[in-house]
């Protein structure tokens, strides 16, 4: 049995190195795309000019010097452009019909417009009753009433294009969704960005061009006119989540502020907020809305750039066009490699439980290896779900071995053995992260197209399963023993339901709810929702002071260590609670990396930061702890 230990070590050993090769391609990946694009709204410049009373160009060129890089130009719409009165409708007695004039500048953008992104293109015609005054007009009648024409985009007006171009700057253009989309009118529409040489679009209004019918014309237009599709970062557009998935080679993330929270957010927080979503959420491109409401609008707004362009570079960032990531995939046999790697940890933890390695070979046995035996196609079919596995794994596998809540040896420092002990822990813990990292390196995970599934059953399981093993103490030499402990709980679990309820035990049970509630809702995605304004100050305290905020729950590996501390001492009472609570924390040191779209360094140092936090405060507990019993056994003896 021992050498069969030793052959599944060298599985995992194999999987690690499959793994680490992953987390190689993964950090070239990340470090050849190093370019942040800022970027500006156009609308705004144009405002500020205006206030101003300075030429756009002058503007274009003050902010081109503070650092930015490009323009937004959102495309006109009908509406749009009867507003700035660069489009008269005139008035008829025709239902259902609409008169227009427009500058012939204008005019022939509106008529391809409804050629090309609706089906009115062949029923346009120049009545004989409109007479023009100007030479440079022209009119025209739609068999459809303004109202519902108000919406239809008629593209990026090439003035301000060549504006942004005379400044040496970059176009993102912002297009919004045809009337009824087609086919057709899809391609059309980003022909026409392609045609202008704007390479990135970031869609304008509540849905993706082409929702709901033709989100994959979208993304095959997109790919065929090589245009990158900016993903606003927490938007909530209608298709955006679909393209998104279908465009991860043509993705770039994005960033910004919306026009609701401008109100609420000042110009430190701000700069904070996009240096943070560079540096650590791959945000290429930060599109930078302006605080027009200063008193002095221009010089106050081309210094705020100028902060974040310094920010961007302190965080090793250089400033230009935003390109998307290079591909980066394990290949299949490094998967499977990966997958054996899983085969040998399941094993491994099924024997810290049941004592199955060390029993001769029976049915239970066969039916423990045909099952992790299936890990291997696994890996390889469906890496999510093996990269889930992985998590929980290994996890376990830290918090179950063994000797962890031994007692103390005699003669050797207990600081000092707490410390080895942990050590193994974060070891196996490690070889979960390598695991998840290697399954799942590949470019959709980095833009966050796709995204590691089971984030909250790979923190909560491995502490169900330890929860199992030290406070239920379901876990034995052999298979059959632990049937035995099995239904002896549930017979202890039956005969609890006949004893009376004290009121302790239900203070204590309701608070066991309310931390795991909390630590339930603070997981995942959304966690922050969940977070008190306080703890948000001293986040950005943290993120101001430190390289990389560490992670609040990695504080619970001192909660770890005193566990460890109290079982090695035989003090069950509160060891047991402690090393539970302290689970906790080694979920969560591997669940920073199951956060994909966060840079692999960024990662590295947040579980650094944290872990030495968290070992400082406990080997200072331990320290402290053990000078005091030394005190107090030191007076009893001169007494």
């Not at 560490?550 to 001492?569: D, N, Q, S």
């Amino acid at each position: 049995m021992q050498k069969l230990r030793w052959v599944l070590w060298v599985m995992i050993g194999i999987g690690a190195l499959a793994g680490i090769y992953g987390a190689a391609l993964r950090y070239s990946a990340e470090s050849k795309n190093r370019t942040v694009e800022l970027a500006i709204d156009m609308a705004e410049l144009q405002k500020l000019a205006t206030s101003e009373g300075k030429p756009l160009q002058a503007i274009l060129q003050r902010f081109k010097e503070a650092g930015v890089t490009s323009v937004a130009i959102t495309e006109d719409t009908l509406g749009s452009l009867e507003e700035s009165r660069r489009v008269e409708v005139l008035p008829t007695a025709i239902n259902h019909t609409t008169y227009l004039i427009a500058h012939l500048r204008n005019f022939d953008r509106i008529v391809a417009a409804l050629q090309n992104r609706t089906h009115l293109g062949s029923q346009i015609s120049l009545p004989p009753g409109i007479s023009n005054t100007n030479p440079m007009d022209a009119g025209m009648s739609i068999p459809q009433t303004f109202q519902s024409l108000k919406p239809l985009g008629v593209g990026l007006d090439s003035s301000l294009i060549n504006a942004a171009r005379e400044a040496k700057l970059g176009v993102v253009g912002r297009v919004i969704n045809n009337i009824n989309p087609t086919e057709e009118s899809v391609r059309w529409t980003l022909l026409q960005l392609e045609k202008q040489h704007v390479p990135t679009v970031i869609f304008a209004g509540d849905d993706v061009l082409g929702y709901d019918s033709q989100v994959k014309t979208t993304a095959n237009a997109l790919r065929t006119q090589e245009l990158n599709y900016g993903t606003v970062e927490f938007s909530k557009m209608k298709g955006d989540a679909e393209l998104h998935r279908l465009t991860a080679d043509r993705t770039i993330r994005v960033h910004t502020i919306l026009g609701s929270e401008m109100a609420h957010v000042t110009i430190p927080d701000s700069v904070q907020r996009f240096s943070l979503a560079a540096r650590e959420r791959n945000i290429r491109l930060l599109y930078i809305r302006l605080f027009l409401e200063k008193s002095h609008p221009l010089d106050e707004n081309t210094r705020y750039i100028e902060q974040i362009a310094t920010a961007v570079r302190r965080g090793g960032f250089k400033l230009g066009a935003a390109h998307p990531y290079t591909q980066a995939s394990v290949p299949f046999g490094a998967h499977g490699m990966i997958g054996l790697g899983l085969v040998a940890a399941l094993l491994l933890l099924v024997d810290s439980l049941a004592g199955v390695l060390s029993q001769p070979l029976d049915r239970v046995s066969v039916l423990v290896f045909v099952v992790a035996l299936l890990l291997i196609p696994l890996a390889v079919v469906s890496p999510k779900l093996a990269a889930l596995a992985a998590a929980i794994l290994f996890a376990s596998l830290a918090v179950v071995q063994r000797d962890l809540l031994s007692p103390l040896p005699d003669g050797e420092p207990p600081l000092h053995v707490i410390l080895q002990r942990l050590a193994r822990v974060l070891g196996y813990t490690s070889l979960g992260i390598i695991a998840v990292v290697g399954l799942l390196t590949d470019r959709v995970f980095l833009v966050k197209a796709d995204a590691f599934v089971g984030i909250k059953a790979a923190l909560y399981l491995p502490l169900l399963i330890a929860t199992l093993a030290w406070a239920v103490e379901l876990r034995a030499s052999s298979p059959r023993e632990l049937w035995s402990k099995v239904r002896l709980q549930v017979q202890r679990l039956a005969r609890l339901f006949q004893e009376p309820i004290l009121l302790w035990q239900v203070v204590a049970g309701l608070g066991a709810l309310a931390v795991l509630a909390m630590l339930w809702l603070r997981s995942g995605n959304d966690g922050a929702a969940v977070v008190s304004g306080f703890e948000l100050r001293f986040r950005d305290i943290l993120d101001a002071t430190l390289p990389v905020r560490p992670r609040f729950k990695a504080t619970l590996f001192a909660a770890l260590m005193l566990g460890m501390y109290y079982c090695g001492r035989k003090e069950w009472r509160w060891g047991v609670p402690l090393f539970l609570l302290g689970v906790i924390g080694v979920t969560d040191y591997l669940n920073t990396f199951c956060h994909l779209h966060i840079p692999l360094l960024v990662s590295v140092i947040r579980d650094f930061l944290g872990t030495l936090i968290g070992v400082a405060l406990g080997a200072v507990a331990i320290l402290v702890i053990e000078a005091r019993g030394k005190r107090v056994s030191h007076v009893g003896d001169s007494e």
